[in-house]
């Protein structure tokens, strides 16, 4: 069985490259329910391919990859057709939820493609998640793949005070996979393992086992599943009719380089969130998109990963590097007898409401227990200045006494005991040229190679470069 999904996408991929690139699309229709092929119920498979792939060319980006590697069959009924259409009747929702996928998509594409499995399940997190690592459901299902608690724990996915990693892009995904790998295994269909992700295992089998008593067929089809399950594919399915082939459906797709977005950074020191984002040079908004698992302002030295895009990483290291200050405003305190909320607060220099939101404390809650652990300013607080290569940050306004904002204040305000790089960035425009941007910028063309790890002359409308941050003409 496994031999069986390693190698199916690509015959797959394969018998569809035959057909010819002439091959126009075709609506999905319902086949014959008198003719069976192996594997599926016939009623499941399209009766047509609904694209052509070429494999003599490399993928041009990630959704072409992931059109590449599609191999579970059509599903085609009446919901797959309202669920298409209610998708490319808002194109704008289409677009927020593609953009947002952006950051993950590589990975995910990537994980999938070495595990053998079918590039449908990379679209899985639009219907779970809208591909939002931070959607929680009313049942408490949490990230882009919406594990709850339980199942989460059941993949060793670590859920605490300072991190749940239900929400980690890198963690998560990798336990998804798991858990559809090990539901195919023990279904043998995709149609029902992808039932059992959403409705659970037991309560699938417990649907066949009833099926099967009552003389019924047990495929994905012709169970009695809740409304949420049975709508489940079919937006799956609806998705992907509208991923192979959006100019179809008036949706037009952001375009995702068939590259890696992102990579780990190790590291083995409790930091602040806004100090590495600040040390990396990336808006602190971009950090959290991609360590949304993180639940406080600082990250545990224990947790010994970060992630950071592609082209941040060795800006962060030699910042890093540089810096000789303290990477956290935050410590752990432990009350000691005799200690309230509000001479803890006032010991620290924040309210109470304050060091009960930051420790996700209720208002109303008077006792407190000693066993307990509180995150509280850390006295002298981080000395890093704004890395803003085109010049420091003005001075924000001075931190109030009784804000939680009053340990993190030093972030924007305080200089960094290393030399600031002497280096700003440059968003490449139509008709940029390096020689252009050596007299811009008062450097030659080869600095700015080197500068850049470039090999040749050509720059891409878009990208960012590093440029030297004095001297700059006009």
């Given amino acids: 069985m496994k031999l069986f999904r390693l190698i199916l996408p690509v015959l797959l991929a394969v018998l569809a490259g035959c057909a010819g690139t002439t091959h126009k699309e075709t609506p999905l229709q319902a086949t014959d329910l008198d003719t069976q092929q192996p594997g599926y119920p016939t009623r499941y498979v399209a009766t047509v391919t609904s694209r052509t792939i070429d494999l003599t060319h490399p993928s041009r980006d990630v959704w072409d990859r992931i059109r590449r590697g ?52 990379a679209l899985l997190p639009f219907v779970e998640s809208a591909y939002n690592p931070k959607a929680l459901s009313r049942a408490q299902a949490s990230g882009l793949w919406q594990f709850v608690p339980a199942t989460g724990q059941h993949y060793n996915l670590k859920q605490d005070w300072w991190r749940d990693e239900r929400r980690d892009p890198i963690a998560s995904t990798n336990a998804a996979l798991d858990y559809l790998e090990n539901l195919f295994e023990m279904q043998g269909d995709w149609y029902l393992a992808l039932a059992s992700y959403n409705w659970g295992e037991g309560a699938v089998q417990r649907a066949m086992a009833k099926n099967e008593a009552a003389g019924l067929p047990t495929d994905y089809l012709s169970l009695q599943l809740p409304d949420e399950t049975r709508n489940y594919v079919p937006k799956l399915q609806a998705i992907k009719n509208i991923i192979a082939n959006p100019s179809k459906y008036a949706v037009v797709l952001p375009p995702v380089d068939n590259t890696p977005y992102f990579a780990t950074v190790q590291k083995n020191r409790d930091i602040d969130i806004e100090v590495a984002a600040r040390l990396a040079e990336m808006p602190v ?39 000789k200050g303290e990477l956290s405003s935050w410590k752990v305190y432990q ?57 420091p940050a003005p001075d924000p306004a001075p931190a109030q006494r009784g804000s939680v904002r009053s340990a993190t204040a030093h972030v924007a305000s305080a200089k960094m005991n290393a030399p600031r790089p002497n280096v700003r960035q440059h968003k490449v425009k139509q008709g940029d040229t390096l020689f252009s941007l050596a007299r811009q910028y008062s450097t030659t063309v080869d600095a700015l190679r080197a500068l850049n790890n470039l090999k040749g002359n050509a720059l891409k409308v878009g990208s960012t470069l590093r440029v030297p941050g004095t001297n700059v003409r006009g």
Avoid: C
């Avoid at 009446?78 to 950051?103: C, F, I, N």
């Avoid at 971009?286 to 990483?313: C, W, Y």
């Avoid at 005799?338 to 001479?343: E, K, L, P, Q, V």
């Fill in 70 to 121: 599609f191999a579970i069959p059509n599903l085609h009924n009446p919901l797959v057709d309202q669920w298409t259409d209610y998708y490319a009747s808002h194109p704008e929702a289409m677009q927020r939820m593609a953009e947002r996928a952006g950051k993950y998509l590589y990975f995910i594409t990537d994980e999938i493609n070495q595990r053998g499995m079918p590039t449908e399940l």
């Fill in 285 to 323: 908004d971009e950090f959290k998109a991609l360590n949304p698992s993180f639940n406080r302002p600082v990250i545990r030295g224990e947790h010994a990963s970060m992630i950071l895009p592609a082209d941040r990483v060795d800006i962060f290291n030699a910042n890093m590097e540089n810096y």
């Fill in 335 to 391: 009350p000691q007898r005799g200690d309230t909320y509000a001479s803890i607060a006032r010991r620290f220099g924040i309210t109470e409401a304050a060091l009960k939101g930051l420790n996700d404390i209720p208002a109303r809650e008077k006792r407190i227990a000693t066993a307990r652990h509180l995150l509280v300013p850390a006295r002298g607080g981080v000395q890093v200045a704004s890395l803003d290569a085109a010049g």
